[in-house]
């Protein structure tokens, strides 16, 4: 391990070096929230010719070495506190890998770690642990020569096994033929029979891109690939979709790039393979692979076992600058009020969310008055925050929309009604005028809020003050706000002026 992470403010930079893409990123980590400040990918293609040749492609290693000239020029000028380089199948089986190795080290002066089989596999677990925290199932990392599954459960990383079934290692000299291929992939996933799951967490660019399909053939309204959750049997019939289609048709589909074009349709039979074999209900696709775990792995101990939602969205609202302490006071206060509303994920869940809804806010103090509803809806439904659902962004950002005053119909209806109930969004209106009421009641000073109470009793939402706050607190505002709040909540206002 190159170093340990604390949770003070760093730096970090990864290349990962693939049978496909080279790719760096470099991360900006604020104790558990993880940002990325920077990637960058080349689709050199290192592992085209190993099923023929054995040996790293003669034109991807130029394409790869000067990609990671750029790489290595760019950390130089960044100096992040650490740095990762790995190199995954490719380089780990080619007769050459060594030599490739030696010859980017000397070029370049990047030092490559390459992973074996076994630990490719863990620290794509580990990537989708550190954005997926209790993600139970099958974790299956699909790069350019192999595929890693790694079984999950209830948040650990458990066994795992290395098949070769990346789109080079299933090219075929004698053409694409989808159904010679469906019978090699079915005979290569034979030792994954016990891996059976109900949900498969899929990382991997190709896996990636077939999300992305799904949601344009769909008309998803959130185009965001981590947690994209689909049905196996609905997302089996885009695989299929594609393995039909020629290469040339697909170069054709917007945002599909001529090297992706090539690989997606494996891609697609490797997943449909996958889902009869394992017997899988749902995919859940992962942004957080292998880099991510690699990073993951070097947090000191007491950082990664923070809750990535919260420390990111902690990370999203202090840049406000407002008191640390007013998200665990309002917290506090509106916790009556959370206890008092039906439940619309679990208790336990609606209990994080309001917290994690707690610490954004503030999140408009500094857009302008007449922009903030809108502004704050979109940066917390799209925020690059891990450890949430798509509807728990929807959630959130309802709950937003609803603390800056916005109407109950928020700037994007249809994108809402699409990823929650009717329940959901009633729910997330009502924590979103609760923390209204907190902060508009004592002008988000923490100190005043110790001296009001909202707490609901026989069908009524009672406000009551200190001995002597009555006059600062319960004002005509308070009023206006309590009364939204009773009326989202299905309740009377009751504003008693004594203890």
Known sequence: ???????????????????????????????????TVFNEKVLA??????????????????????????????????RPALVFVAATAAVREA?????????????????????????????????????????????????????????????????????PLGPFALADEKGFDVDRLRSVIAKRLRPAGDFAADTLYAVGGAWRTLAQVHMAV????????????????????????????SRASLEKWPGLSRKRAETLPHAALVLEGLIERLDLKQIVLSAWGVREGLLYEALEPEVATADPLLAGLSALGARQGISPTLPGALNGWIAPLVAALPVVFDRDRDAVLADACCRLADLGARLHPDHRVELSFDQVLRAPVPGQTHAERAYLAVA????????????????????????????????????????????????????????????????????????????????????????????????????
């Open 400 to 499: 937003v929309n609803a603390r800056y005053g916005g109407p109950a119909a928020t700037p994007e209806p249809k994108t809402v009604a699409r990823l929650l109930t009717d329940d959901q969004q009633q729910g997330a209106r009502a924590l979103g005028l609760a923390i209204r009421l907190a902060c508009d009641l004592s002008g988000r000073a923490p100190q005043l809020l110790v001296n009001a109470r909202a707490t609901v009793a026989n069908g009524t939402l009672v406000l009551t003050a200190s001995e002597g706050y009555a006059d600062v607190l319960l004002g005509e505002q308070t009023r206006r706000r309590g009364k939204a709040l009773a009326e989202a909540m299905g309740l009377k206002l009751d504003i008693r002026s004594g203890g």
């Open 95 to 163: 007769e050459d890998g060594q030599v490739f190795c030696d010859r980017v080290a000397a070029e370049t002066g990047l030092r490559i770690r390459v992973l074996s089989g076994e630990e490719e596999a863990r620290y794509a677990a580990l990537g989708v642990l550190a954005g997926i925290p209790h993600a139970d199932g099958v974790a299956g990392d699909l790069g350019g020569s192999s595929l890693e599954l790694v079984r999950l459960a209830n948040g650990t990383v458990e066994r795992g096994v290395t098949l």
């Open 45 to 78: 293609g290192l592992g085209r010719d190993m099923p023929v040749t054995g040996r790293l492609s003669v034109e991807g290693s130029v394409q790869a070495i000067t990609a990671l000239k750029r790489f290595a020029a760019v950390i130089e000028g960044v």
């Open 218 to 245: 769909s008309g998803y309204p959130l185009r965001i690939v981590h947690q994209y959750r689909i049905g196996a049997t609905e997302l089996l019939g885009t695989a299929q979709l594609i393995a039909r289609s």
């Open 1 to 35: 391990m190159p170093g340990t992470l604390t949770d003070a403010p760093r730096d970090v930079a990864a290349i990962d070096i693939g049978s496909n893409s080279e790719r760096l990123v470099l991360y900006r980590l604020e104790g558990r929230a993880i940002w």
